[in-house]
C-alpha cells in the first residue's frame, strides 16, 4: 500500500473519530444524568407509589407538550393493574378539560358516570376506566397519549377532544406553539424526552426575565392564549383545522393497524347563551349574527335561530369553542376507518336541550357542561358501547339514564363545588363577569366543605371524609352512603369502601344494593371474613340459594370447621323446604334461619 492511500486511510479513520467524540461526550452526558436522576421521566405511567402492583398517571407526563412547564397540567390519579386480571374490561379515556370532568373533576366527570352506571349493570365485570385527559391540551397530546395506552391492554378507548385546538398546549394561537410543521413539533416531542434537552431548556429559563414569565393570578385560558384573534378561514383559522385532522386521522389509523375499538365523540358547546367573546365590528360580524339569532328566537324561529346563533360562534374570533368543522372532521373519521364509532353527543344533547338549541341547560359556560350534561355525554357512550356489544357478559340490570340520575353518588360538596369554580372563572378574562355583590357562601357543611375545596385548603378525599363523619354524627345514613360511593368510584381497588357502602345499605333496608357491595368488597378481597359477610347477607335476605357458593368456599378455605358444615346442611334444609306448599315447614324454616343468625329472614316466616 502506497504512503498516500495510508494518509488518506487515517485521515477517514481521524474524521470518524473526530465526528464521534462529540456525540459519545453527549450520550455520555445524557446517562450521566439519568443516573443521577436529573429531570423527569415523561413517559404516560409510572408504578403506583403507594403500591407497586398498579400502574397510574404520571405526573410529569405532561410537561413536554408546554413550553413553559409552569402551565403544565396534571391528570387524575386512577391506578389500573400491571397485570390485567381476568374479566377485566379496560378503558381508557382521552381528552382535554371536558373530558377531566371540568369544573367538578372526580365523580362529575363523564367518565365516573359511566363507569357507575356499567358497574352497575354487569356487575360480574371488573371495569378499569383511566381517564388520562388533560385541561389546556390538544390534539398533539391525544395523539401522544393515544400511541402509549395501547401498551397496557386497553378493550376500548374513549376520545373527545377538539375545543383546544388553538390555544391548547402547541396550538397555533397558544403561548405553547412552536411550528406548524407537525414533524417539526412532533421532533421537538421527542427530543424533550432527553434529559440534557431538559437541562438545555432549564438553563435557559433561568435566563428569562421575570416579566417574561406567566403571571400565575392570571387563569389558564388567558396565560395560554396568545393569538386572541382568529378570523374565520383565515390562515391560522386553517391551520388549526388541518393540525386536528392530521393528528385525529393519525391517531384512527394507529388505533385500527392495533386493532383497538375507538369511541369518537362529536362536541358540544353553548351556542345559544354565550355570547361571542371578541367581534369585530362589520354588519356580518359575531355579536350581529348573535342579536339577530336572539331576535329570532324569541319569534320562535328556532331553526333559523340554530343556525345563526352557529355562525355567530363560528365568527368569533377568540377560538375557545371547536368550529364546525371539527364535527365534520371527526364524523368523516367513523366512516374511513371500521373501528372508530361515532359517538353523536351533539345529537343527544339536542334531544334534550330546548328546540335543539344548546344553552345553559346542558353547558355552564363556553364548553363544560353542567352535571346533567356530564351524565348525558356518559350515556352517549353508554349507548355507543352497548351497540358495539364488545362487552360479552349478561347485564344483570340494566341502569337506565334516569336511574342512573337519580342514584350516581354526585354529593352536594361536588355540586357547590363546581359552582364556585365556575363563578370565580367567570369573574376573570375572557368572561369578565364580576361575583355579584353581596354573594355570600351558605353556613351548612356542604358549602362549608366546597368552599374549602375551591382553594386547595383541603383535598376532595378530606371533603369526603369529614362529609361522611358529620352526615354519621347527624343520623344521615342516606348521605353518609352517597359519600362512600363517591370514594368508592374514586378508590375502586379499595376494598373497605364497598364493605362501608354494603353496611350502610343494608340498615337502611337495601338488601340488593348491600349484596352489591359486599360482592364488590369480595371480587377485591376474597378472605374468610368477606366470605362470610356474603353468605349472611344472602341468608338474612332469604336468598338461600345464593348463599351456597359463599358457604362452599368458606368451607374450601377452612375445611375442618364443623360449624360450616352444619350451616351448609341447614341451609340446604332450607332450599328444600321452600320448594314446599306445606305451611308448617315455615316455622321451621323461621327456625333454621334463626339458628345461622339471619333474624330479619326468619321474621318472615314466622308472620306466615
Aim: proline share 4%; charged share 20%; aromatic share 12%.
Amino acid at each position: 500500500m502506497k504512503p498516500q492511500q495510508l494518509s488518506r486511510k487515517k485521515l477517514r479513520w481521524f474524521r470518524v473519530i473526530a465526528l464521534s467524540i462529540p456525540v459519545l461526550i453527549l450520550l455520555l452526558a445524557e446517562v450521566l444524568l439519568r443516573l443521577f436522576n436529573y429531570g423527569h421521566d415523561t413517559s404516560l405511567f409510572i408504578r403506583y407509589p403507594d403500591d407497586n402492583s398498579y400502574w397510574v398517571i404520571n405526573k410529569y407526563a405532561s410537561e413536554k407538550y408546554f413550553t413553559d412547564t409552569a402551565n403544565a397540567t396534571k391528570g387524575n390519579i386512577e391506578p389500573f393493574k400491571v397485570v390485567k386480571a381476568k374479566n377485566t374490561f379496560r378503558i381508557f379515556v382521552l381528552g382535554e378539560s371536558t373530558t377531566a370532568g371540568y369544573p367538578y373533576l372526580h365523580n362529575g366527570s363523564f367518565h365516573r358516570w359511566l363507569q357507575y352506571r356499567l358497574m352497575h349493570t354487569y356487575p360480574d365485570v371488573n371495569f378499569e376506566v383511566i381517564n388520562v385527559s388533560l385541561t389546556a391540551v390538544n390534539s398533539y397530546t391525544v395523539l401522544d397519549f393515544g400511541k402509549q395506552v395501547v401498551n397496557y391492554q386497553p378493550n376500548a378507548v374513549l376520545v373527545y377532544t377538539g375545543h383546544n385546538e388553538y390555544y391548547g398546549a402547541l396550538g397555533i394561537g397558544s403561548t405553547s406553539h412552536i411550528a406548524n410543521n407537525r414533524f417539526l413539533v412532533q421532533t421537538v416531542l421527542s427530543l424533550k424526552d432527553l434529559r440534557l434537552v431538559q437541562l438545555a431548556n432549564n438553563i435557559i429559563d433561568s435566563f428569562k426575565p421575570v416579566s417574561s414569565k406567566p403571571d400565575q393570578r392570571d387563569n389558564l385560558m388567558e396565560r395560554m392564549a396568545k393569538q386572541q384573534s382568529i378570523s374565520y378561514h383565515s390562515e391560522a383559522y386553517r391551520a388549526g383545522v388541518t393540525q386536528f385532522k392530521d393528528n385525529m386521522t393519525e391517531l384512527c389509523r394507529f388505533m385500527q393497524d392495533k386493532k383497538i375499538p375507538v369511541f369518537l365523540s362529536t362536541l358540544v358547546s353553548n351556542e345559544k347563551d354565550l355570547k361571542p367573546f371578541i367581534s369585530d365590528t362589520s354588519d356580518t360580524s359575531a355579536n350581529m349574527l348573535y342579536a339577530q339569532a336572539n331576535d329570532s328566537y324569541q319569534a320562535a324561529k328556532c331553526q333559523q335561530a340554530k343556525q345563526e346563533f352557529i355562525r355567530a360562534k363560528e365568527l368569533d374570533l377568540l377560538r375557545f369553542r371547536a368550529p364546525e368543522a371539527m364535527n365534520g372532521i371527526i364524523i368523516g373519521l367513523a366512516k374511513q376507518f371500521s373501528n372508530i364509532h361515532l359517538v353523536n353527543a351533539r345529537a343527544v344533547f339536542e334531544q334534550h336541550s330546548p328546540n335543539g338549541i344548546l344553552g345553559n341547560e346542558t353547558l355552564l359556560e363556553h364548553v363544560h357542561p353542567n352535571l346533567y350534561g356530564y351524565a348525558l355525554l356518559s350515556d352517549a357512550f353508554y349507548q355507543s358501547l352497548e351497540n358495539a356489544k364488545l362487552i360479552k357478559a349478561q347485564a344483570d340490570h340494566e341502569m337506565s339514564l334516569t336511574e342512573l340520575l337519580s342514584r350516581m353518588p354526585i354529593t352536594s360538596v361536588d355540586s357547590l363545588y363546581g359552582a364556585y369554580t365556575i363563578m370565580m372563572l367567570k369573574a376573570g378574562w375572557p368572561f369578565n363577569e364580576p361575583i355579584r355583590a353581596g354573594f355570600k357562601r351558605g353556613d351548612d357543611i356542604s358549602a362549608q366543605l366546597a368552599g374549602a375545596l375551591s382553594v386547595n385548603r383541603i383535598s376532595w378525599l378530606d371533603a369526603m371524609d369529614q362529609l361522611f363523619k358529620y352526615s354519621m354524627k347527624t343520623g344521615d345514613k342516606k348521605k353518609a352512603l352517597k359519600a362512600v360511593e363517591a370514594v368508592m368510584l374514586e378508590k375502586p381497588q379499595n376494598a373497605t369502601y364497598p364493605i362501608y357502602a354494603g353496611r350502610l345499605s343494608f340498615e337502611l333496608g337495601d338488601s340488593d344494593g348491600a349484596a352489591f357491595y359486599f360482592k364488590k368488597a369480595y371480587q377485591l378481597d376474597p378472605s374468610f371474613a368477606n366470605t362470610q359477610t356474603m353468605y349472611l347477607v344472602f341468608l338474612k335476605s332469604d336468598q338461600p340459594a345464593k348463599a351456597t357458593p359463599y358457604i362452599d368456599s368458606a368451607i374450601r378455605q377452612h375445611p375442618s370447621d364443623i360449624e360450616l358444615v352444619n350451616l351448609k346442611a341447614i341451609v340446604g334444609e332450607i332450599i328444600r323446604l321452600k320448594n314446599t306448599t306445606d305451611k308448617k315447614a315455615y316455622m321451621q324454616i323461621a327456625a333454621d334461619y334463626h339458628a345461622v343468625g339471619a333474624d330479619e329472614a326468619a321474621v318472615k316466616y314466622k308472620q306466615q
